[in-house]
Structures are given as C-alpha cells and as structure tokens.
C-alpha cells in the first residue's frame, strides 16, 4: 500500500487517481450491479480503483437508532480499513454524511476518514471535475434528492449537472422532490404507518412525472420508494445514478432487466 | 405521574397515536392544506433577508450566550423586575407554579382570569388546576379559545386549532357560545367577530391577566408578548393584576439583542415582516395598566436539559414553529400525536427533556417519531441541530432499555456480523440462497418485524452474488 496523501475535498487529483470505493453494506449485498457501475464509471474516468474487501457496513443504522457503542466499533473499522487512501467513494449520501459528520463526534473515530470521504457525484463533479461522464440512456427518468444527500452534504445541483448531461435521456423534473420518501432507516419499521404515508405522498408524485425511471443517489432511498412502486405493480423502475452514468451506447442499461 | 407533566395523560405512544391519526382524512388535509400555504409563505418572506444565516447565527450565539450564564441573567432579571414595582416568584415545577397563580388570583379577588396564549402555562396545566381552584381561565386568543371551547387539545404551537377546519370552528362556538347568532356563517369574518364580542365582555369585566412571555429583558427587567390579533394586548393592559408565567430560558441579555429575534421570529412563524402587536412592560406604572405585576419563572425540567450538553440547545427554541410546518412527519400525524403542547420536531425534543422520565412511555417513544431528514434544522432560526438531539436522545433511551430486549440483541448481533468480514459474507451468502426461494427478487410478505415493512412494502431480496464476491472473482488481484 503506497503512503496516504490528505488532500482536503476540493484539491483536484491528478490522472490516474487512486479511489478507494466504500460499497456500503446495502448495496455490496442487495445492489451489486452498482457498486460495479461506479468502478466502471471511475475507470473510464481514468481512476484507479481499490475495495479493501475488509469493509462492512459504516454504523449508520446502529447510530441513527441509538446503539452508539456499536456504531463506534463499526465506525473505528471503518476508519482502519480505508487508512491510506486519498479519496473514499460511495454511492451513497446518507453514508457519505454518516462518515463526514458523525464519525468525528464519535469517541476515538476522529475527522481523518472524514476529510476523504466523498459521495459519488461530489467526487466526480468537485474532484474529477466532470459533468458529461460520457452516458447514454434513453429513457423518461425523474431525481429524487434523498434527504442526507440534500441536507447533510449539501450535493445540491450536482447530480442533476451529470443527469442532464446524459444523451439520449428525458429528464422530468420530480413535484415535492424535497420531501423525504418516509424512510429513515429503522423509523420505516417503528413508524411504519408514518412511514408509508409518506411513502404513497412521494410514489403519487412519481407517477405524476410519467417517468420510466426513479433515480437517486442513494440505494436506501430506492429500496423503500422501489419497493412500494413494485408492490403497487406501477411498473416504475428505481435506479441508483451511478447506473444511469456508467450505462454508454457500447454497454447500455437495459431498464427491464 | 412524572414530576414534570408535560405529557398528557393516556395519550398512546407516538406510533400508536399516530396510526389513529393518520385514519382520519379530514385531519391529514387540514393539516397538508395548512402546513404547506405557511411553509411556501415561510421560504418567501425569509428569502427577502439577505443576511438571514448571519442572523440565525446571530440568534443561536445569543441564546448560547444567555443559557451558559443563565443564573446570572435571572438575577439581573429579577432585581430589574423588582425595582420597577413587580413581584418576582421561583417555581420549580407545575404544581408551585400553578398554586402561585390561584393563590394570587385569589387575592384579587377574581373568580375568572383572562389568558394571553402562553405555552408555559399549557405546559404545566394551569387551566385545568385554577378550575379546581374554583377560578375560570379564559383563553383570549383565537385559536386557543377554539381548543378551551371545543374540550380539545393543541395541536401546533402558534395555531393551536390548526387541525379544525372553518365549519368545524362554526359547530364548536354555535354549541359553546351562548352570544353566538343561530345563522352564523363560517366565514373567517363572521367567525372572528363572534370571538370578539364573546370576549369583549370577559375583557371589560377581569380583574386579572395571565400571560406568557416571548422574551424577558435581563438589564430592564422587561418582558414582550408579540401576537397578531391585539387580544393580548387587551389582556396586558386592562386587568388590574398581571401575572406572567415564564419559562427560565426565555430571557436575552439586553434589548439590543431584541432587535435579531424580532427578525427572526415573525418570518419564521407568521411569514410576516413584522407582527402586529408588540407588547412590552417594565414592572408597573402608577395610574397606567395594570398596578400589580407578578413575574413567574418556572423551571420544570428546564435546569435539568441545561445540564445535557447536547440536550441543551433545545432551550434556544423560541417558539416560532417553523420546524412543525415542514415536518413530513408532523404534516401527516398532527400535533396531538405527540401527546403534549409541544409537538413536532421541537416537542420531539424538549417534551422527552422537560418530562425527564424514562418510565413515560409516550415521551420516549417521541425520539423515534422522525426520519431525520433534516428539514427542521434547515429552517430553525436558532440553528437547533433537532436530528442530533434526537440521535442522541434515542442512545439515551436506549441507555435505559435492557440489554436483553430483542431489539438490543438484534442490534448487537449484527453489530458483531458487520465486525466480522468473514461472517458478513457468510451471511450475505446464506441471504444469497435464501434469495432463490423467491424467484421474482423480492418478497412481499416477511414474519414480524418485517411484516412492519411488507405491509405496504416489497423486500429485495440479497442478490446471487454480492458485489465482494464478484470484486474476488474478477478483480482480485488488484487488492490486498
Ligand atoms: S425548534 Fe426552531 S424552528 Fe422549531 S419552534 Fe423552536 S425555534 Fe422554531
């Protein structure tokens, strides 16, 4: 393992930039194809890319529910496992934010790991310094900007910025996309009549858009609004961004697969 | 009961009151039609205000300020109050507070009392305890007269009546006010008219005021009531005697810091510029309002949320009830869900410290009545971080919950799995082939708790394989 360079999060890297990818334990397990699309992305991006296999999962559920000395443990993990690389990537706001701003409020964690985390589309628009990524989808899709994603990290237009640059795609801007889908982790299971109030609210504004597709930055998100689109049959597909961006006219996504 | 009874009595935890809520339509567009008119106002008016981060920060820094030397602020509090001819009394909690008042009001010889809104005294069930007391409390604001008239309860903190609609409000006065014309319309003007000369009477007639108090002056000793309907200002000056009931943290150093919170309060509630009415006193005035003055401060659960940390800047919370407005959770449930005077984020918050009791069950369930999405810290004009007190309220109430409960060892048996690389994908695996039991990728029914989620929810399932199986199997070399 080459030595770590701390770069603070808006230095540019050059070519050829080591990335170490934080999967996040949703998607590793439930949405692998992903975690593939941001190596394939990150690669024709001319990265390198690294997944030290002794990643797990970031805290974030035993935090959020109020298990902190598990959230530590796992938190510390975390912070060892991506010792030593420049830039950490996920595909995900809410773990990303987890990372940035939990992980240094917890005993012994620090803000190291923190000063090298990125979400995906921070990474490539503020680091890369790209917006056209080279993608190609054709299809009718509309952006859910997932709570964390908004707030926490503050993405703003980021993710819109590469969505619009895509060819062939037919972004439909989403009604009330600020609302949270009502998922929140644990509240989905605690509050699950809240929680699926919310969810129907947010489903109806996405059948509202006539949008093939759901996407968002984060898999969490899509699993709870997907899996209320799916039992209602509404024939509505959720897809992580990093999909629609790695998916090219050689090597489309096939949204029916 | 708990020492500090900020809940209410047989309310059900929050999950539980929430369900009936959430059954009732005409509650859930009351509240949808209601919650984002103000909301879209909100965004409007604080978008005139170039500097409104520098002035939240501005809020937040003197509140921080005020709660760090909170004993020294009451003192200077209470010797300006003093000095200028008012009475200053302690209350520890709601039962000193509320024999402090009846006991007052009874020296004035008052069998009624009118009420400028005042949450501290909703807080601590003042009403209720003057009417054993044998003293009725009328409530002078129009919203609040709705609730007092209708045997309800509060459900927003500036709208208190925000869950009735305009017929409804019609029902309540033609049954409850006997001044009341038989063909009353529900117009908002023929509604508010019928208020007015309901209360003219009670204004005219009252020997005592109790109210609350939007900021107290710690060098001047002066207190401010802001409203929007000069009610209150009926109440401040026309009775003889004026009691203010005040929780402890409601106080700013000098008057030069009144300047930021008038900013920041009418846009944040009302949308406004400004409010329409200000009102401000200093002790008493011979021959000019009323002639006796009582201040109290009431503690209640404050002095012990001021020992928390991070508890703490819950007391920054001026009421303004901007976090209620853009809350999905509270746009859904209503107020009464949470059970106290305080609902919404802030109640979520400040109901769970002021109570201080872990045996209450619906204050403990409140923590966990959001999805910490964040949008109450976005709009808090003191920059309450809500999320993080509620993350750290829930690791309190987890504190207290034993280490055997099925969640805990849920929790801590997946804790011990994600520690474990090799037991993760062992058990990403196992998931794997359970996975080829559903054929279609997700399940729609799952056993308890799961079932919380297939109620309304499909369930992916883990795929063939995880992502790290196949970064082995293809990439391997490039790592480790
Ligand atoms: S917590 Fe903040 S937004 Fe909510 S009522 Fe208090 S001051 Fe207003």
């Known amino acids: ?257 | 009961m708990a020492r500090n009874p900020v809940t209410w009595m047989g309310v059900p935890t929050f999950p539980k009151a929430a369900q009936e809520a959430l059954g009732d339509s005409q509650l859930r567009s009351n509240l949808r039609h209601a919650t984002h008119t103000i909301r879209d106002k909100r965004a409007a008016a604080v978008g005139e205000v170039p500097d409104w981060e520098r002035l939240r920060r501005a809020g937040e820094a003197i509140k921080d300020e005020t709660l760090a030397h909170l004993d020294t602020y009451l003192q200077k509090l209470e010797a300006a109050v003093t000095s200028r001819g008012g009475v200053v009394h302690w209350a520890r909690d709601a039962a000193e507070a509320n024999a402090i008042v009846l006991k007052l009001a009874r020296a004035a010889g008052a069998d009624e009392v009118v009420k400028v809104k005042s949450m501290a005294t909703a807080e601590i069930g003042l009403n209720e305890a003057l009417e054993e007391g044998g003293v009725t409390a009328i409530e002078t604001d129009l919203a609040e007269l709705i609730v007092q008239l209708g045997n309800d309860r509060p459900s927003h903190i500036l709208v208190p009546a925000i869950h009735r609609n305009r017929s409804e409000v019609r029902e309540i006065f033609r049954n409850q006010m006997p001044e009341a014309p038989a063909d009353l319309s529900s117009e908002p003007k023929a509604l508010a008219e019928a208020a007015r000369r309901h209360l003219r009477k009670k204004f005219l007639s009252a020997k005592v005021a109790v109210s609350g108090a939007n900021f107290a002056v710690a060098d001047t000793g002066s207190i401010m009531v802001v409203e929007s309907e000069g009610n209150g200002r009926m109440c401040l000056t026309l009775p003889q005697t004026l009691i203010t009931v005040m929780g402890i943290e409601k106080l700013v150093p000098t008057s030069r810091d009144l300047e930021v919170f008038l900013q920041l309060l009418p846009r944040s509630s009302t949308a406004e510029r400004m409010n329409p009415y200000t009102s401000m006193w200093t002790g008493v005035t011979p021959g000019d309002g009323p002639q006796e003055f009582h201040l109290i401060l009431l503690d209640n659960g404050r002095t012990a949320t001021l020992s928390d940390p991070v508890g703490r800047q819950a007391l920054r919370c001026i009421r303004c009830s901007a976090c209620l407005n853009v809350c999905p959770v509270y746009e859904r449930t209503g107020g009464q869900s949470y059970g106290s005077v305080y609902p919404g984020p802030i109640g979520a918050i400040l109901t769970p410290q002021l109570v201080d009791d872990p045996h209450d069950k619906q204050a403990a369930s409140l923590p966990f009545a959001s999805s910490l999405c964040g949008a109450c810290f976005e709009v808090c004009p003191v920059r309450i971080d809500i999320p993080e007190v509620l993350t750290h309220l829930r690791a309190r109430a987890v504190a207290e919950k034993s280490k055997m409960s099925p969640e805990a060892l849920a929790m801590s048996a997946m804790a011990t799995m994600f520690a474990d690389p090799r037991k993760y994908a062992l058990a990403q695996r196992a998931g794997a082939a359970a996975a080829k039991l559903a054929p279609s990728g997700s399940v729609s029914r799952l056993p308890f708790p799961g079932s919380r989620w297939t109620a309304t929810r499909d369930m992916p399932m883990p795929a063939t394989e995880s992502f790290r199986t196949w970064w082995k199997t293809n990439r391997k070399d490039s790592d480790e």
């Open chain 1, 1 to 257: 393992m080459t030595t770590a360079q701390h770069e603070s999060p808006t230095s540019r890297p050059a070519a050829g930039m080591r990335v170490a990818l934080m999967a996040t334990c949703l998607t590793d397990t439930l949405y692998p194809h992903t975690a593939r699309a941001v190596v394939t992305l990150l690669e024709r991006l001319g990265c390198t890319v690294e997944f030290p296999l002794s990643q797990t999962c970031c805290g974030q559920m035993h935090f959020n529910t109020g298990y902190r000395d598990d959230a530590t443990r796992l938190a510390s993990r975390m912070n060892e496992v991506f010792d030593g690389y420049t830039a950490v990537v996920a595909p995900s706001g809410s773990c990303a934010a987890m990372v940035r701003d939990i992980y240094p409020k917890l005993p012994g964690v620090g803000e190291d790991l923190a000063h090298r985390m990125y979400e995906l589309s921070e990474f490539l628009v503020d680091v890369l310094g790209v917006t056209d990524v080279g993608a190609y989808f054709p299809h009718r899709v509309t952006y859910h900007p997932t709570c964390h994603s908004l707030r926490m990290l503050g993405v703003g237009e980021r993710p819109l910025q590469l969505l619009r640059a895509v060819r062939g795609i037919d972004l439909i801007e989403l009604p009330a996309a600020e609302s949270c889908c009502g998922f929140g982790g644990t509240f989905a299971v605690k509050n699950a009549e809240t929680s699926s109030a919310m969810l129907s609210d947010k489903m109806r504004c996405v059948l509202n858009t006539g949008a093939e597709v759901l996407t968002a930055g984060d898999n969490s998100c899509l699993m709870h609004i997907g899996g209320g689109l799916s039992r209602l049959r509404t024939g509505v597909h959720t897809l992580h961004l990093a999909d629609i961006l790695a998916s090219t006219e050689e090597d489309p996504w096939h949204v029916t697969q």
